[in-house]
């Protein structure tokens, strides 16, 4: 099973940037589905973008054009360069696996420790 461990995270201003990296060791990286989720205090876990094994990407309509996630095989290492950072994107993010299959991904199975993002206005 893969193991995950992120790191990048920090204190900003608005409409500075981030770029979390999250670390990956195990078997098989480059079959998964690597991801990004969020937590705010009191709010749910939300997905933040997804990379397919193929490089396909989705994002969170509230992220699009401001972040993007990438994959390093060669480095075992998954990235989210966060631009234009706004108090909302204030979160707790964690990077997520999963093993993809039927052309898609299912949910995550292998979650990090997650690493503090906080933005100030």
């Known amino acids: 099973q893969v193991q995950l461990v992120e790191s990048g995270g920090g204190s900003v201003q608005a409409g500075g940037s981030l770029r979390l990296s999250c670390a990956a060791s195990g078997s098989t990286y480059s079959r998964y589905c690597l991801a990004w989720f969020r937590q705010a205090p009191g709010k749910e876990r939300e997905g933040v973008a997804t990379?397919?094994?193929?490089?396909?990407?989705v994002y969170r309509d509230s992220v699009k054009g401001r972040f993007t996630i990438s994959r390093d095989n060669a480095k075992n290492t998954l990235y989210l360069q966060m631009n234009s950072l706004k108090p909302e994107d204030t979160a707790m993010y964690y990077c997520?696996?999963?093993?993809?299959?039927?052309?898609?991904?299912?949910?995550?199975?292998?979650w990090g420790q997650g690493t503090q993002v906080t933005v100030s206005s």
């Open positions: 990379i397919w094994p193929t490089g396909w990407t």
């Open positions: 997520a696996a999963a093993l993809a299959r039927g052309g898609g991904c299912p949910s995550m199975a292998h």
